[in-house]
């Protein structure tokens, strides 16, 4: 009788299993990734999954506008917001099915543990894109303010700057302290916007009113196809995001309402920024508009620019590494040592590459033809449909289908034109 009754494991007699390398620091990323603490709020996700949309891709929305034309860009904008907007809900129901609360996981669980290695390939892709461009923009930046001496090449300052300030940054085991910089990166692009509009009457009295309707041609539009994903790309940060919700808030229906209304904010300010941009210079617009103004407050906005991306560029690496380690040792734990010379490599790789580039819209047609159009376009919806926990319907099928084939398309025909061009 007594071996029939059943047994009652109290919470203090509960031992927790202990975690991976992996877990752990995935729990590090998440906490990078969410500033408001362990739990998050309706308005902090609505910050994190801005945040997570909104970077250094808002500077090129005028190259992309210049390439698509101000019709067609305004037209494609809205779509690759809308065809995301839908991925970002597809890779939340789906988690939501498995109990799984990583993109990593979500894709081993239903497509097996190369897929996960495919995935986590892709997701280091997209971050060593991410530190090329930023290599870029901060050489962009050191021309503009011009703090240095012109006998020296910008990109060499740049890469001094990197190496002396970013990468003791790159080794630290914890990077708790920059999280927060993420809010100042956010607030500077707002206060650039503003700039940039209040300057457009100024701008246009001097250069007249810029720009055309349509696109150059099909390889230019074609071009400006992976600029476009790139920008609205978030979705390795949202299951972190989502999980990471109070348990009263925290369901699928409320999250794709705080989602909807992250990815109208990043549009609006996507659109305003390339429509004004390519108004105010029509087709002499560079990658970084930024590097269009010579007035001494851009001037202002690309040192502070600058400063914030000195700082984003270790979370950035630091992730970078989690995956290409993953890629390499899977769950076997390795010493600090080892960790630490695999940052090292990417960082020098990195730098030394955006260091030979002049122009980041370059960086974001080839991670978005790479990355960003495989990690929203075809992932989500290949998840979603092989899931065995959701039933779906022959629309959502065919739906989901129609954005697979989508994505590849982006990802081959921006890779052609980047390259050709």
């Known amino acids: 009788i007594e071996e029939m009754r059943p047994k009652y494991v109290t919470m203090e007699t509960q031992t927790t299993p202990p975690r991976s390398w992996f877990r752990q620091e995935l729990d590090e990323i998440i906490h990078l990734i969410v500033p408001s603490g362990p739990e998050s709020s309706n308005n902090a996700t609505t910050f994190n999954i801005l945040n997570s949309i909104l970077g250094a891709g808002i500077l090129s929305m005028g190259a992309y506008f210049d390439f698509a034309g101000f019709v067609l860009g305004f037209i494609v904008i809205l779509v690759m917001a809308v065809a995301q907007l839908y991925t970002v809900d597809l890779l939340v129901i789906t988690a939501q099915a498995e109990n799984v609360d990583s993109f990593g996981g979500l894709a081993a669980l239903i497509l097996g543990k ?24 901060i050489g962009d930046f050191v021309k503009t303010v ?28 914890s990077l708790n302290a920059l999280r927060y910089v993420s809010m100042a990166s956010v607030a500077l692009v707002l206060f650039f916007m503003f700039c940039l509009i209040g300057s457009t009457s100024d701008l246009m009295e001097k250069n007249g ?6 696109p150059p041609g099909a390889l230019e539009f074609f071009k400006s196809l992976p600029i476009a994903a790139f920008a609205f790309s978030c979705h390795p ?41 390519y108004l105010c210079f029509g087709s002499s617009v560079k990658g970084n508009v930024l590097s269009n103004f010579d007035t001494a407050l851009m001037r202002l906005v690309c040192a502070v620019y600058c400063f914030v991306l000195l700082f984003v ?30 940052a090292v490599c990417l960082f020098a790789v990195a730098v030394t590459v ?32 092989r899931s065995e926990n959701i039933r779906t319907s022959p629309f959502s099928r065919r739906l989901c289908y129609a954005i697979m084939v989508a994505g590849v398309v982006i990802g081959i025909m921006g890779i052609i034109s980047t390259i050709k061009d």
């Not at 290695?117 to 923009?137: E, M």
């Not at 979370?315 to 695999?342: A, E, G, H, T």
């Open 114 to 137: 190369r897929t996960e290695k495919l995935l986590h390939g892709l997701i280091a892709i997209y971050n060593w894109g991410a530190l090329i461009a930023y290599t870029v923009l």
């Open 354 to 385: 955006g260091s030979f580039l002049t122009d980041v819209s370059q960086v974001f047609g080839i991670t978005g033809s790479v990355g960003a159009a495989a990690l929203s376009f075809v992932i989500p919806p290949l998840l979603y449909i």
């Open 237 to 277: 940060s949202i299951l972190p995001i989502y999980h990471e919700m109070k348990g009263g808030e925290k369901n699928v229906v409320n999250f794709k309402r705080l989602s909807k209304r992250a990815y109208i904010l990043v549009c609006t300010m996507y659109l305003l920024t390339g429509f004004f941009s």
């Open 313 to 342: 560029f270790a979370p950035v690496c630091f992730v970078l590494r989690i995956s290409v380690q993953f890629l390499l040792y899977q769950d076997r734990k390795i010493s600090s040592l080892r960790q630490n010379m695999i």
């Open 146 to 173: 011009g703090v240095y001496d012109s006998s020296f090449n910008e990109k060499y300052v740049a890469a001094a700057i990197l190496v002396v300030v970013v990468l003791p940054l790159c080794l630290l085991k």
């Open 209 to 214: 009113t810029q720009g055309e309707a349509a």
